[in-house]
């Protein structure tokens, strides 16, 4: 066998879990394996500017690609620095290692130099956090860290590796485990055959059904199932911000997305539905709206991994804990199988009943002669790109008005930040997409407010030539506080609006960029053009759009699904 | 409603913090709180009181059972159990309060395990009833010290919480 240091024990740990791409940045407690890393080169390292674009680089690349991201940082605040990162993907429940170095076992407890308690910091916001206290045992560690990121329901690991445990003078017997061993973590590999037989007979004879599916589709790769079973039954569907291309948007059975911000006929199609199936998807406050109001003539079966998030917010009838694919695929079995059809009749009512929503209000939204509306950028970006690209975004009204406006037709491409929320998510996060998809149009839509939270990330673009194309909707304000105190608080602006804009042009070329200013709306097109066709080029694209615009539809605080603005006067 | 929840946890440095962590991290209660090893060294019984709604209690068993190093846990509450609590008092003892306090001891079965010419000490076992019903039987204004362990549990009978 092998002996090797502990740092090259990590870093070959890497090489046999079969990682390309690293993302960090470097530090004192980190130097021994920021060594180690210099000695091979099967494993590539980013060089971020700041840590918590790291971690979002490292999010970008596994929600795009469904495998776990990881991340390298140093003690202190190179560790605290990603917590923002991390905390992203725990709300998401992204597939992410984050090895973290530590002031040497002998200094902890301390206060020594850099000395932070990672393992009791980032506590609430990992799924499960390790710390090295032999270098032996660092490749079973690593090795359970991506076992336990990556199964059951995905989240964040934290490996905290003090210094010693890599020093380079002592050497270990290397062997990276094949197989990992937990007794107290045991993730549902089935659903419950008689649970799922129980959903089946009550799915085929609903009156009124709809499907509601969620990010845990995604996660879950079952998108394919999903679409089968949709098709199968012929039942409405729609999905949740996370769960957008879980499901081809460009179908006829799919009613758009629900909740605060989602269209007319999926809030009214739940709200008046007799039978739930929620997929992958956890009854979130932005879904549900008032939970005691929530869809009065509903039963609710409910297929998720975490039995946790079963019950939680909304009571369900039929629990089905279980992998999404596999219980997806018994469900269309037993349907195929079933001698009852759906109700043929009752369904074509229900259909006729949401094809009238879906033309009352259609997310139409007021154009204007002059001034470019942030709903049109985006429907021509998605024409412009065949509604092909990968897109993240960052939080606001642009995040919204990009996932209401960018037709996906495909799981894994809107990328964005929904349970936490995270300003400065969406351009590293591009640029974790864009290093692992080369070939593909990655777009991070953004706002003014948003991009300056880690703008100093176009330098990293330069560095590793990453030509994703941003495009800043800037209304010149944080949009959607501004809503909100529009709607809430008799448009009292506190603070929401953004003096001293930098001039972004002059910021994209001074990092090695190209600007594009579009302030015209007859500019828009030929512009966008023009930008798209510059394929090795990072281009940063200034957008100034209309300042006044809202989100709409929006659900009305504390009411039911079915209470919404449609537009600034009209109220249902 | 008050619950009791025994957990076996893996005995390693860190997995405490997560279980008190989540009490608060969820806004749970905790009333009390009782853990160590077990015969199995690697393994610790941590013993849980807490109150709160049906969905809650549903919540906190589930949150629990996903940490990953709690190996196993039971509701006792959900059957029937015994719950035994340790207390040390320590009484003022002066004249005929000593004898006074001799007999309310016999009575709770309790034992007077150390004796100054001022102080008894007083040992007493039994579930937090007959603990509160001791104090309130002695009155307050002689109780100068009382120290709990907590509630730990065990399920009556054939049934056992283990690997
Ligand atoms: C890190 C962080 N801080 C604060 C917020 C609260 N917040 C939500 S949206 C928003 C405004 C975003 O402004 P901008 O990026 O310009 O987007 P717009 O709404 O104008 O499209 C703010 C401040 C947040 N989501 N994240
Ligand atoms: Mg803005």
Redesign the interface.
């Known amino acids: 066998m092998e002996l090797l240091s502990g740092a090259d024990m990590l870093i070959r740990s890497l090489q046999d879990e079969g990682i390309e791409y690293i993302y960090g940045y470097p530090g004192g407690a980190a130097l021994h394996i920021y060594d180690a890393l210099f000695r091979q080169d099967k494993v590539k390292h980013i060089l971020v500017r700041h840590e918590q674009a790291a971690v979002h680089m490292a999010d970008g690349y596994a929600r795009a690609s469904g495998q776990p991201g990881t991340v390298l940082v140093t003690s202190g605040p190179g560790a605290t620095n990603t917590i923002t990162g991390i905390a992203t993907a725990f709300m998401d429940s992204i597939p992410m290692v984050v090895l973290c170095g530590q002031v040497a076992s002998t200094l902890i407890g301390e206060d020594a130099f850099q000395e932070t308690d990672m393992?009791?910091v980032s506590?609430?916001v990992v799924?499960?956090?390790l710390?090295v206290r032999h270098p032996s045992e660092i490749p079973e560690i690593i090795r359970k860290a991506y076992y336990?990121a990556s199964t059951g329901r995905p989240g964040p690991v934290v490996v905290d590796i003090p210094k010693d445990m890599t020093a380079p003078n002592e050497r270990f017997e290397y062997a990276y485990p094949k197989k990992v061993k937990?007794?107290?973590?045991n993730p549902a590999i089935r659903g419950h055959a008689g649970q799922i037989k129980k959903a089946v007979d009550m799915m085929l004879a609903a009156r009124r059904p709809i499907i509601y599916a969620g990010g845990g589709v995604i996660l879950g790769k079952a998108s394919g199932q999903l679409t089968e079973l949709v098709r199968k039954l012929g039942f409405p569907v729609t999905n949740t911000l996370m769960g957008i291309g879980c499901y081809p948007a460009s179908d006829k059975q799919h009613l758009g997305w629900l909740g605060m911000h989602g269209t007319y006929e999926a809030n009214m199609a739940m709200h008046h539905s007799d039978l739930i199936l929620a997929v992958g998807a956890r009854f979130d406050d932005r879904v549900t709206n008032a939970t005691e109001k929530f869809c009065p003539g509903a039963r609710i079966i409910h297929i998720d991994i975490?039995?946790?998030s079963i019950?939680?917010t909304i009571d369900a009838d039929v629990p089905i804990v279980g992998p999404v694919d596999a219980v997806l695929k018994e469900m269309l079995a037993l349907v195929k199988e079933s001698k009852e059809k759906p109700d043929a009749e009752a369904l074509s009512s229900w259909w006729k009943q949401i094809d009238e929503w879906r033309a009352f209000h259609g997310m139409r939204y007021e154009t204007s002669p002059d001034v470019i509306k942030p709903q049109e950028v985006v429907e021509m970006l998605c024409r412009l790109t065949n509604g092909d690209a990968f897109v993240t975004s960052d939080v606001g009204q642009h995040q919204m008005f990009a996932a209401q406006y960018y037709k996906f037709d495909k799981p894994n491409r809107w990328i964005n930040s929904g349970g936490l929320g995270t300003m400065g998510f969406g351009l590293p996060a591009a640029m974790g997409v864009k290093l692992n998809y080369p070939d593909d149009e990655v777009l991070c839509i953004t706002g003014e407010g948003s991009i300056q939270m880690n703008i100093q990330e176009l330098s990293t673009c330069n560095q590793y030539n990453l030509p994703v194309k941003i495009i800043n909707l800037n209304n010149q304000s944080l949009g959607m506080v501004r809503q909100w105190q529009d709607m809430n608080y008799e448009s009292r602006h506190s603070h929401s609006y953004m003096e001293s804009l930098p001039d972004f042009i002059k910021l994209a070329e001074a990092y090695g960029h190209v600007g594009v200013r579009i302030d015209r709306k007859e500019d828009l097109e030929p512009k966008l053009k023009e930008v798209l066709a510059m394929k090795d080029k990072l281009v940063f694209v200034d957008i100034q759009v209309d300042r006044f615009e809202h989100v709409y539809p929006m659900q009305v605080a504390r009411g039911c699904m079915k209470d919404m603005w449609l537009s600034k006067t009209e109220r249902v | 409603m008050r619950r009791i929840i025994s957990v076996l946890l893996?005995n390693e440095?860190?997995a405490l913090?997560?279980v008190v962590?989540l009490f608060s991290?969820r806004n749970y209660n905790i009333e009390t709180l009782t853990v160590a090893p077990t015969e199995d060294e690697t393994l610790s019984r941590l013993t849980v009181t807490t109150s709160g709604s049906d969905?809650v209690i549903?919540?906190i068993t589930?949150?629990l059972?996903?940490l990953?190093?709690?190996?196993k846990l039971v509701d006792l509450t959900e059957g029937p159990h015994i719950e035994r609590e340790l207390m040390l008092v320590k009484l003022k003892a002066t004249g005929s309060q000593r004898a006074e306090i001799k007999r309310t001891v016999d009575i709770f079965r309790g034992q007077i395990v150390d004796v100054t010419s001022s102080v008894y000490t007083v040992q007493l076992a039994g579930d937090s009833d007959k603990l509160d019903g001791f104090i309130q039987a002695i009155g307050t204004s002689g109780v100068l010290e009382v120290v709990r362990s907590g509630v730990s549990g065990i399920a009556r009978g054939e049934k056992v919480l283990s690997?």
């Not at chain 1, 937990?182 to 973590?185: D, G, H, I, K, V």
């Not at chain 2, 990953?68 to 190996?71: D, I, K, R």
């Open positions: 393992i009791g506590r609430p799924k499960h956090n710390s336990i937990l007794r107290s973590y975490d039995p946790a019950s939680k | 893996e440095p860190g913090s997560r962590g991290q969905r549903e919540q589930k949150q059972n996903k990953v190093e709690v190996v690997l």
